[in-house]
């Protein structure tokens, strides 16, 4: 869908980067640019920059970059077409026009899934319902949570929701992309959701995006959960955020299941929350770090429980949070838990728990026999491996006396082994940087058409210096055009921005940065973005721009390259070359 370039011209202007960034990231000034933590990846050291003049930012970390456009649609997982509704809508534009067939769609699986909820909450106080009724019952869930909740029941009918949902106008196209109806082999539809008690899943803004669903008898999985559409991802989200969010507590609750965030919040722990079917993920850590300073993680006492325990641990050690362990004894979940002893007993549960230290240097503990020699070499070894990544000389210190306390050992000989787990870890995190460096740089983003195999890295910079010139300066757009075609471009990504520039101009457009990116594909945009940060402090000549022409132009032809050009061309090719000489 074609967006004119005058009207994102206009929406450039009215939406200022540095405004649009600060309302998600702390912003400061550093001489003409600006500094802060990256909101697309966990970082301790600001290393995502801004830069008014070219109205773009990047990312020296991930390597994040684009305009303000992009960064709107990134932040708030937006399709482009929502982006530019949103931009226009916050700074007072008319919206563009024209139709949408992803935003349309996705209007309507919100819609359908409200009347879904609804479905599925009338079902439970059916007569068809009473199983569920009496579930729900069983579980100690009050009227009142049950309603704040929205729970519902799907009946065993194999097309009940189907068939409601056709009757408000639904197409089947749309309830399969909603992930509430099914399409068999024969091209029959079919309620995925039977026989089961029904979790809503509310986004931030209060729309209904998905379901969870309970078996509470028959064969299949004991929990159901929708799967990706157009308006929820599973790794994305987390169950009853919408509230813990409005819970005016800096602490959240992280559960493994809808119950126990249920039954946590019937007894007054409306900071709890949990993720949706699947482990923590780092998209949802940071979402939590968005909300909260501090994270305590109730998760089941099995086995299953513990590894995912230590596993979100370590997906929040990228975060700027406090992470707790909770210790339960006697019940395997929190559910369980404040059922056989209380609401009073699990809040000073959660006021004991252990740091994420404690908790990993219990487990450790756990495997070996310190009354053994080798046991406690092996122990003391692995623990001095934790404390290595402990950034806090003092807590280091701390838990180097705990150890010798524990062990009978000599503080001393255990600091010296915590040298040596430093600078291993040291060594190890040296290592790893060498090879993402190598993975780094002009070769990784050079995406050269398969007829061009000359001399790829020159004739590559030369294009790219030549696009950063012609961006920060249109005027010298006339002497690029009089020497240079689009077929000069070698790189696709670098063909393409001067293709697409070239168009703007002969729109009468004035070609910016943030203009161009609109006509760009993400993985050319990332590309300029890098460029125009290589070159913020690089002023280019007309005496070297010429350079640079000279270059792509006059730079050697590989084997291939003559191969696949003309006797004719060749010709033409070896004159200009004897005249640039004379």
Known sequence: MAIPAHYIQELLQRNNIVDAISAHVHLKRNGRIYKGLCPFHSERTPSFTVYPDTQSYYCFGCGAGGDVISFTKEINGLTYIETIKMLAQQSGMPLPDEDDKLSRLKSRIYEMNKIAARYFHANLNSENGKNARAYLRQRQLSDKTIVNFGLGYAGDDWRGLCNYLKSKGFTENEMVSAYL??????????????????????????????????LMEGNGPKYLNSGDTPVFKKSNGLFALNIAKKSGKDSFILAEGYMDVISLHQAGFNNAIATLGT????????????????VVIAYDSDDAGQKATRRAMDIFSKEDVIVQVLQMSGAKDPDEYIKKFGRERFEMLI?????????????????????DTQGRIDYLTKACDIL?????????????????????????????????SKNKAYR???????????KEGIAGSIKVDYRQQGNTLPKVFAQQQIISAMIRDNDIFNLVNSQLTEDDFTDLNMKNAFVQYKTLKEEGQDVSYALLCHLLDEETRKILAKINV??????????DLQMHIDNLKSAPMGQNEIRQTSVEDLQKRIESLKEKRK
């Open 428 to 438: 190890n995190n040296q290592y790893q940087r060498s090879k993402e460096i190598l």
């Open 279 to 294: 482990a923590l993920t780092n998209q949802q850590a940071k979402l939590i770090a968005d909300y909260a300073k501090n």
């Open 534 to 543: 290589d070159n913020a402090d690089i002023i280019i000549t007309q005496n």
């Open 388 to 420: 290595a990544s402990i950034p806090s000389p003092i807590l280091q210190d701390v838990y180097c006396s705990r150890l010798a306390n524990e062990t009978g050992t000599d503080k001393n000989s255990i600091k010296l082994q915590l040298e040596q």
């Open 351 to 371: 006021n004991k728990a252990d740091s994420a230290l404690d908790f990993e240097i219990y487990k450790l503990r756990q495997q070996y026999d310190i009354k």
């Open 181 to 214: 109806v099914g399409r068999s082999d024969k091209g029959n539809v079919y309620d995925i959701f039977r026989n089961r008690v029904m979790f809503p899943i509310i986004d931030l803004r209060g729309n209904v995006i998905a379901f969870g669903g309970r």
